[in-house]
């Protein structure tokens, strides 16, 4: 079965940091794509950030504006994870936060909802003020 296994969030104070993990398994992961989204309350879901890996072994990041220079994503390929670091947390940052995979990455369209094939359950982030 494929799963994606999301993790680490928490509540924290603003200007804090949280680090999320996204576990996957059931598929290959180097094959995909893994984004994370976030769903804050009453609103729609956001695209956060998205790493894909190249068959030559190099990878690419790409970031939502109002998260570049806060949130830094990462993987482990040994371990199926994929990481979001987050600091200088704001309370604006408050959501849902999910990780989901795609196979078929399309650079230009990595922070679209209907283009992921897997989404995991999700980890709640708070942040005070």
């Known amino acids: 079965d494929v799963q994606l296994q999301a993790s680490g969030g928490g509540s924290v104070q603003a200007g804090g940091s949280l680090r999320l993990s996204c576990v996957a398994s059931g598929f290959t992961f180097d094959e995909y794509a893994i984004s994370w989204f976030r769903q804050a309350s009453g609103k729609e879901r956001e695209a956060v950030s998205c790493?894909?890996?190249?068959?030559?072994?190099?990878?690419?990041?790409y970031y939502a504006d109002s998260m570049q220079g806060r949130f830094t994503i990462s993987s482990d390929n040994a371990k199926n994870t994929v990481y979001l670091q987050m600091n200088s947390l704001k309370p604006e940052d408050t959501a849902v936060y999910y990780c989901?995979?795609?196979?078929?990455?399309?650079?230009?369209?990595?922070?679209?909802?209907?283009?992921?094939?897997?989404w995991g359950q999700g980890t709640q982030v708070t942040v005070s003020s």
């Open positions: 989901a995979a795609d196979r078929g990455f399309r650079k230009r369209l990595w922070g679209l909802v209907q283009e992921y094939e897997y």
């Open positions: 790493i894909s890996r190249r068959s030559d072994g190099s990878t690419y990041t």
